[in-house]
């Protein structure tokens, strides 16, 4: 046999013949040393050669628990994709480039297993390099016996493998090169360690690959990654998602073509669990696996009795509608919370948190009434005056109708609700507009570059192009921070736009000050106003069609308090979450059902005064006395 024939193609991948390529492997080795050197060869040319024919797993809830690891097609792509990152990072690193390897997974996958035997090999076989392995705590990085922290699982390996490929077979002491969260190669200098997730894990030391194992659960994430990047050019990330927050969500979500290569592994995609494999859109059944159901129905002479419930998945993942035996199977069987199955199950970030609008229910919203807007554009255009802006992003103002002479629909009045910003780009100020007749948004426009006192001159231009024959637009805002000095100025330059003022329950009595009070006794608590919005916005009384808002909801989780907060609360003071939106337009819709609901009767627009005539003539006198009066002091 030729060495240069040996390599992964030859290997069969399934049952018996898998266990027969081994069987021979190992005694055609053992009863001719002369192949050894072969073998030896092969496994260092070829990682999926050396996993499939020498590297055995541990799989505690089989009866024979010691199994050969025979990888799936997937695991085989994400095998590749590793050492050739690795690689690439070692011998020849363009500058700015990144070798990052990103993986959302699914539970069950052997994913772990599969980065562990990639590093394996690499300690086998690449002498002097050094890798790093971090996790949640120290004990699941290494505990004598527990299988289930990372380095024994490298024992576990080391212990299996034919003596010709050992480095120190069972003897795992320091006299050998396995401490406490060290594995050292004598052979070639190559070691793999372990540390725990804290806010100074891997910052000594250099690395060629480091394994951040669940690192979605693991705390001090950002300041690992901050760390890493100056220890290492190639992070391998792997996680389950735990919600729409921390280091992972933020790597995942901020991922781009040339950057961190990320790899999806969810369950559809291993074999054992797609079987049977198909889709529930909310209407009707298609069967992917006509086989398996085929052979379904001769079995037990009836058909498969499909599940028609949702999958917990996030909206519009391609997954979103697919289920088979083994996944209803997986959610009769556990009884499992929405964020259970969403969390090991479905790849969801959104409902593997706390969300506070049900991701199922938000996504059928979603699908009934957002729709892309008719126009879309800079606000200055639609109100064709030069306002104050220094938000360079393009096409921040949206009109789900369509403008006609200039001017929105007449038969009707408008709302006009606001979120303050601090407008110094840290995030956005959002503006809303409601058709009060239709309960349903009509305009949106968000801005992180103008300031709360240049907003309300922005908002009193919005609020004149709102302004029909039928009355005048009412308006709210959240009175919270820059709310403050927002609806001071306002108020001096809008005298004439009723706004929005809260009153105590059975009394008459009103707020001190004009706006939408999310705490405090001078409000209604936040939680109520949330909640009066999920329920209008469920139940169809209040109609968004802005997909922002959608997103933006489902970034909505429940805090340690019990409240309503977007996942990026805590991290607006962020360099990274500059300029990025934290929930401001939602926030918008939610003031602007508040003041809907609580609208006076619409107040008639006053008659433009032609220029010229009398009455005008009048206007001005009394203006310019007015100003006169006040520069000399008089008022």
């Known amino acids: 046999m030729k060495g240069k024939r040996l390599g992964p193609h030859v290997i069969p991948r399934s049952g018996r013949m898998h266990t027969a390529w081994r069987y021979y492997a190992y005694t055609r080795c053992r009863a001719e040393p002369r192949l050894q050197p072969v073998f030896k060869a092969a496994c260092r040319r070829s990682s999926l050669f050396y996993i499939n024919t ?8 089989a009866l024979a628990s010691t199994i050969p690891f025979a990888t799936w097609d997937f695991q085989d ?12 990072s070692a011998n020849d690193p363009e500058p700015g480039k990144v070798y990052d390897v990103l993986t959302e997974k699914s539970r069950d996958m052997g994913v772990t297993w599969t980065h562990l035997a990639v590093l394996d090999w690499c300690w086998r076989f690449w002498a002097g390099t050094q890798f790093l392995c971090i996790s949640e705590k120290e004990d699941k990085v290494d505990r004598i016996g527990d299988q289930s922290a990372l ?7 080391e212990e299996r493998v034919p003596a010709f490929l050992q480095v120190r077979g069972t003897r795992h002491d320091q006299y050998h090169g396995r401490r406490h969260l060290v594995v050292y190669n004598p052979q070639n200098g ?32 950002t300041e690992i990654t901050n760390a890493l990047n100056a220890t290492t050019r190639c992070q391998m990330r792997v996680s389950t998602p735990r919600g729409a927050s921390g280091s992972f969500y933020e790597a995942r979500r901020h991922a781009e073509p040339g950057g961190i290569e990320v790899v999806t592994l969810h ?84 409902g593997s948190g706390s969300p506070f609008f049900n991701p199922v229910r938000l996504g059928e919203t979603r699908r009934k009434y957002a729709r892309t807007p008719p126009w879309r554009g800079e606000l200055p255009a639609l109100l064709g005056r030069d306002l104050p802006d220094a938000d360079v992003r393009a096409e921040r103002c949206a009109c789900w109708f369509d403008v006609i002479g200039g001017k929105p629909p007449q038969k009707t009045t408008y709302s006009v609700a606001c979120d303050i910003g601090t407008g110094t780009g840290v995030s956005d100020s ?58 001071t100025r306002f108020c001096q330059v809008a005298p004439t736009i009723p706004v929005y003022w809260h009153h105590q329950a059975g009394s008459q009595k009103r707020a001190r000050l004009p706006g939408v009070q999310f705490a405090g006794m001078a409000g209604r608590p936040k939680l109520e106003l949330f ?67 609580n609208r006076p009767q619409p107040r008639p627009a ?17 203006a310019a006395a007015q100003a006169e009066a006040a520069w000399c002091g008089w008022n």
């Open 54 to 61: 020498f590297v055995w797993i541990k799989e505690p809830r």
């Open 77 to 88: 792509e994400l095998i590749t994709m590793l050492v050739k990152k690795l690689r690439e």
């Open 151 to 157: 380095l024994p699982k490298l024992d576990f390996i």
């Open 190 to 221: 190559a070691a793999i360690t372990g540390e725990s997730a804290n806010a100074d894990a891997g910052r000594s030391g250099r690395y060629l690959g480091v394994l951040r194992d669940e690192e979605a659960a693991a705390p001090f994430g």
């Open 267 to 350: 369950w559809s995609r291993h074999p054992l669990f797609a079987r049977g494999l198909y889709e529930w859109d909310g209407k009707d059944i298609r069967v992917l696996d006509g086989a398996w159901h085929a052979a379904y129905t001769r079995k037990f002479g009836r058909p498969y009795p499909f599940r028609r419930q949702p999958t917990f998945s996030d909206p519009g993942a391609p997954w979103e509608h697919l289920r088979s035996p083994w996944f209803d199977a997986e959610v009769e069987r556990s009884k499992e919370t929405v964020k259970g199955i969403s969390q090991e199950r479905q790849i969801s970030y959104l």
């Open 430 to 487: 959002a503006v809303s507009v409601g058709d009060d007749r239709l309960k349903t948004k009509v305009f949106e426009f968000y801005s992180n570059g103008i300031l709360p006192e240049q907003l309300a001159e922005v908002v009193k231009a919005i609020c004149e192009f709102f302004t029909t024959p039928e009355g005048v637009p009412f308006h709210a805002w959240d009175a919270g921070g820059p709310g403050q000095p927002y609806g």
């Open 531 to 597: 909640t009066s919005f999920r329920s209008a916005l469920f139940g169809g009384w209040f109609i968004t069609p802005s997909t922002t808002s959608y997103e933006q909801a489902a970034e909505y989780v429940f805090s340690d308090r019990g409240l309503p907060e977007h996942v990026a609360a805590a991290r607006t003071d962020a360099p990274e979450g500059r300029g990025e939106q934290h929930g401001d337009v939602l926030v918008s819709d939610v003031v602007l059902h508040e003041a809907m609901q």
């Open 606 to 622: 006053k008659p433009e005064v032609p220029v010229g005539c009398l009455a005008w003539r009048k206007q001005q006198a009394a």
